[in-house]
C-alpha cells in the first residue's frame, strides 16, 4: 500500500468513526488533498495567489490558530477543494467552510510549517497526528 493509499484510508476511518461534522471534514479534506494534483503546494500556492500569504505564514508558525469561513472561501476559491471536501465528507460546502476554519490551519502547520510544503513521505504520520485530534 503506498503512502497516499494508507492516508486515503485513515482519512476515511477517521471522519466516519468519529461521526462529527469537523472530523468528517478533516478527513475528506484529507483524502481530497491527496487526490489534488497539486498537493498541499496547490493550497499554500492558492492561498498565496489569493492575497492570503499572510495568513498560510501564520498558520505555518501555529501563530494564529483558525480561520474564518470567508478566509478560506478565498483561499480555496477556485480549487475545487471545498466541492471535493464536501462530497467526500457528506456535509454541504458551507459546513466544509466553517469547520475548514479549524482545520486548515492545522492541516498547513503540520504539512507546510513556516508556509514551506513538507516531503511527501512524511505525510502518513504527519495525516494520523492531525487526523486523531479529531477522533
Not at 12 to 34: W, Y
Amino acid at each position: 500500500m503506498g503512502i497516499m493509499d494508507m492516508i486515503q484510508s485513515l482519512a476515511g476511518q477517521t471522519g466516519q468513526a468519529a461521526g462529527t461534522d469537523q472530523a468528517k471534514v478533516a478527513g475528506g479534506f484529507i483524502e481530497a488533498l491527496t487526490q489534488h494534483p497539486e498537493g498541499i503546494q496547490g493550497v499554500l500556492d492558492a492561498f498565496k495567489n489569493n492575497g492570503m500569504a499572510e495568513h498560510v505564514g501564520a498558520w505555518g508558525t501555529g501563530a494564529t490558530t483558525t480561520a474564518t469561513p470567508e478566509q478560506v472561501q478565498q483561499g480555496l476559491g477556485g480549487t475545487g477543494l471545498i466541492e471535493k471536501t464536501a462530497e467526500k465528507a457528506g456535509v454541504s460546502p458551507q459546513v466544509v467552510q466553517i469547520a475548514l476554519a479549524t482545520v486548515l490551519p492545522m492541516v498547513i502547520q503540520h504539512f507546510a510549517p513556516n508556509g514551506q510544503a513538507t516531503p511527501t513521505s512524511s505525510m502518513g504520520s504527519m495525516a494520523q497526528s492531525l487526523l486523531s485530534k479529531f477522533a
